[in-house]
RNA sequence: GGCCCUAUCGUCUAGUGGCCCAGGACGCUGCCCUCUCAAGGCAGAAACACGGGUUCGAGUCCCGUUAGGGCUGCCA
């Protein structure tokens, strides 16, 4: 048996879109289980719409998701380069082949015209397909509209019959070849368009399966007569169902974050998004929900994707983003954390060691109440900076008692004289003020939890006094006490 | 319009003829725990699109309808 190569190829006009994402994900996913090679390839024949920085994006998103790929443009690979633009020789070549061979023919119609027959038919109730107006010029004919300077597009010949597609998620797939015209394989440029460079680079690149997005289930009739017409083996195919919005209609901007990008910046994890890119479509046939990338390679089979397209739900990634936000190592998530603390001005770029122990502190006390790090940021707000204003709805219920401003002062002053100035040892203290008092705990902790952080929600409270420190809960405490007056 | 794919709780899904008066997860509701918020534990509401067949028996097979999606480009 050959090797297996599979390949993930978008065509640089954007950012990594998720569908875009969960298509590599399960290339990923088969090579790596079958110890095959991931190889991936840029589609920029259409310059017209070939960004400059998608191809960076691209790469980037691949890598952040940790998809790491075997063959591409910027490594390399026995069969560069793996960039479209760069191989029009070879595509040239082929084309020459099937022209060669009377397997294709040249098409001197102008786009206006094809527009026209294409409305026309419509109109008509026709199916729009190519009238063939080219298919049989002879070659006077062809001098002739060469003579007057037109440049033709390549067509396939299209021969009577049908083309199965043996579908490996879906089985055999009929296509009568009467629904088919003569499509363009070279345009009147001398580009090969998507259906020729795909064909021809799949078969030189030795792609053994390909992985692909359902809307080419359609293409693939199309692709297989190319291989007939060049005597090529054709892969296997697998056209995995599409990810849909919210609303069932195809993603697209409209619909908020769409670019793993996008999700990176509002502070997903990108185990959580590849975590749940791969339930969104296939399932492991036991209960699992959680994997991690190594776990997912183990339990993944080709044969449990789903036929059937996904909505997307956000819920879900946030709950898994969650997960993965409480269980990594602490290190880890502070690693990922510190982007996004200094992006909100809260710590310095380069932190120090010393600052470094208190971060993972902090960290570790909000981590299992946020969602993203985004979220992580928000709530670690006041262990960074003293200047913040009270939740409204709690300086009414704890700071607007008569008595408030006296019992913050209390307090502090237990505070002033816990010994040691420790979780333990503050709680101690504070229990005991709160047995002297003969009031709930709440009646004190609330008010205190609030003049800390000016929130009336949050870790522990005396995870909060011993991670800020005596000195700053002192300083808190006084300024509320003065405030509650 | 034509061709193609698909159809289980709101969402992601398990289910490959009897184990299903349909299981899990997210979300939702309630209870427990508790200094708040989370987390955690427990409980609950919630689905086989519809109509015909086939079969002793259908969520599971077949046909039709409906709905959604895709393709129908000198885009990929």
């Given at each position: 048996m050959s090797s297996i190569r599979v390949r993930f190829a978008p065509s640089p006009t954007g950012s990594l879109h998720i569908g875009g994402a969960r298509t590599a994900l399960f290339n990923w996913l088969f090579a790596r289980k079958y110890g095959g090679s991931f190889v991936l390839r840029l589609e920029d024949t259409d310059l017209d719409r070939n960004l400059a920085d998608a191809e960076k994006h691209i790469l980037e998103g691949l890598a952040w998701l940790g998809l790491d790929w075997d063959?591409?443009?910027?490594?390399?690979?026995?069969?560069?380069?793996?960039?479209?633009s760069g191989r029009l020789d070879l595509y040239r070549e082929e084309a020459g082949r099937l022209l060669g061979m009377g397997l294709a023919y040249p098409c001197y119609c102008q786009p206006d015209?094809?527009?026209?027959?294409?409305?026309?038919?419509?109109?008509?109730?026709?199916p729009p397909l190519y009238c063939g107006r080219c298919r049989d010029l002879d070659e006077k004919a062809r001098s002739e509209k060469e003579a007057r300077g037109l440049k033709p597009a390549l067509r396939l010949l299209v021969p009577p019959g049908q083309t199965v597609v043996d579908d490996l998620i879906r089985g055999p797939v009929v296509f009568l070849h009467e629904t088919i015209d003569d499509f363009i394989i070279v345009k009147s440029n001398g580009v090969p368009t998507y259906h020729l460079a795909c064909v021809v680079d799949d078969h030189h690149m030795r792609i053994s399966h390909v992985i692909r997005a359902e809307e080419h289930l359609s293409n693939t009739p199309k692709q297989l007569m190319l291989y007939r017409a060049l005597s090529w083996e054709?892969?296997?195919?697998?056209?995995?169902?599409?990810?849909?919005?919210?609303?069932?209609?195809?993603?697209?901007?409209?619909?908020?974050a769409t670019g793993v990008e996008e999700f990176r910046t509002q502070g997903f994890l990108s185990e959580a998004l590849l975590n749940y890119l791969a339930l969104l479509g296939w399932s492991p046939g036991d209960e699992r929900e959680v994997f991690s990338r190594e776990e997912l390679v183990a339990a993944f089979t080709p044969g449990s994707i789903t036929k059937?397209?996904?909505v997307y739900d956000l819920q879900k990634l946030?709950?898994?983003?969650?997960?993965?936000?409480?269980?990594?190592?602490?290190?880890e998530v502070v690693e990922r954390a510190l982007p996004f603390l200094t992006g909100a001005g809260l710590v310095p770029a380069d932190p120090g060691p010393e600052?470094?122990?208190?971060?993972?502190?902090?960290?570790?006390?909000?981590?299992?109440?946020?969602?993203?790090?985004?979220?992580?940021?928000?709530?670690?707000?006041?262990f960074f900076r003293d200047e913040f204003s009270y939740e409204e709805k709690g300086v009414r219920k704890y700071f607007q008692k008569p008595g408030a401003a006296e019992l913050l002062r209390q307090g502090r002053e237990a505070l002033a004289a816990a010994q040691p100035f420790d979780v333990a040892g503050t709680e101690e203290a504070y229990r005991k003020l709160i047995a002297e008092l003969n009031i709930?705990?709440?009646?004190?902790?609330?008010?205190?939890?609030?003049?800390?952080?000016?929130?009336?929600?949050?870790?522990g409270l005396f995870d909060i006094v011993a991670a800020?420190?005596?000195?700053?809960?002192?300083?808190?405490?006084?300024?509320?006490?003065q405030g509650a007056e």
């Open positions: 063959e591409g443009p910027d490594k390399g690979g026995p069969h560069a380069p793996y960039k479209q015209e094809l527009a026209r027959d294409r409305k026309l038919a419509q109109a008509e109730g026709r054709p892969p296997a195919f697998m056209h995995v169902s599409m990810i849909l919005a919210p609303d069932r209609a195809k993603l697209s901007k409209r619909h908020g059937h397209a996904a946030t709950w898994l983003c969650a997960q993965y936000l409480r269980t990594l190592p602490l290190d600052e470094m122990v208190y971060i993972s502190r902090v960290v570790d006390l909000v981590r299992t109440r946020v969602h993203t790090l985004v979220e992580l940021a928000g709530a670690a707000d006041y709930s705990g709440g009646a004190l902790i609330h008010p205190t939890r609030l003049a800390l952080t000016g929130r009336t929600m949050g870790p800020l420190g005596r000195e700053r809960c002192l300083a808190r405490l006084g300024r509320a006490a």
